[in-house]
């Protein structure tokens, strides 16, 4: 059982995706953490992100242990996951990753929830459940804001509007997965819900979805 979350950035997926993954007893798969590995793995080798050779090298050589690093939650980290995510060998290289946890989830989970920008349209067509997550630029820049803030680093929130713009712009125009929703999900705008009235709406389509594939 798969249940997919796409959306842009800071629009609530990673939240959602927790707390669905946790209810359901499945595993989950946040995959902008790849990306923004390889960006980051580009970054400290000193090269550019948008080298495609530099950022191929890093993709293939990309291990479990590189996910766990708190950097990875940093901005610059974020900017640098666009750059390479647009890059079609280094997409080509995380999809077995993604696909291999979908197949097999981690622990025996009985199903896994996996958040991220292509998973319903590319990574898990074929997912039973498929959210796409989204929100006002403004109320995604204001979180995102808050939560940098929340963490003790320093955030300017006309900077923040202005990363998440360019961020949208880059994951949304590039030729090869770009964040789309799938035709099948089903699109939930969290702008005017808070946590719970989310994690609300989104477990009762979950709910129903995968009751009707357990069915068929
Ligand atoms: O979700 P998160 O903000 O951590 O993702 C960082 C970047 O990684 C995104 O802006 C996007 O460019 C890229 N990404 C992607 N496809 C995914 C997940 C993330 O292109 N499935």
């Known amino acids: 059982m798969i249940i997919a979350l796409d959306g842009p950035a800071a629009s609530g997926k990673g939240t959602l995706a927790k707390r669905l993954a946790k209810h359901f007893g499945f595993a989950h798969l946040d995959t902008g953490k790849l990306y923004r590995a390889v960006g980051l793995a580009v970054l400290r080798a000193g090269e550019d992100p948008e080298d495609a050779d530099a950022a191929e090298r890093a993709a293939t050589a990309l291990t479990p242990s590189g996910l766990d690093n708190p950097a990875l939650a940093g901005d610059d980290a974020a900017v640098a996951a666009s750059k390479v995510a647009a890059i079609p060998a280094v997409r080509d290289a995380l999809l077995s990753f993604q696909r291999r946890f979908a197949e097999s989830p981690p622990d025996e989970a009985a199903g896994a929830v996996i958040d991220g920008r292509d998973i319903g349209t590319v990574v898990c067509p074929g997912a039973p459940a498929k959210l796409f997550v989204t929100a006002s630029l403004e109320i995604r820049a204001e979180r995102r804001h808050k939560e940098l803030l929340g963490r003790g680093e320093t955030s ?33 705008d969290t702008s005017t819900l808070d946590p719970d009235a989310a994690f609300a709406a989104a477990l009762a389509y979950v709910e129903k979805r995968l009751k009707d594939a357990s069915n068929r």
Do not use: C, G, M, W
């Not at 900077?159 to 939930?188: G, I, Y």
């Open 156 to 188: 300017i929130y006309a900077r923040v509007l202005q990363d998440l713009t360019e961020r949208d712009e880059r994951d949304s125009n590039r030729a090869v997965s770009p964040l789309l929703a799938a035709d099948d999900a089903k699109v939930l």
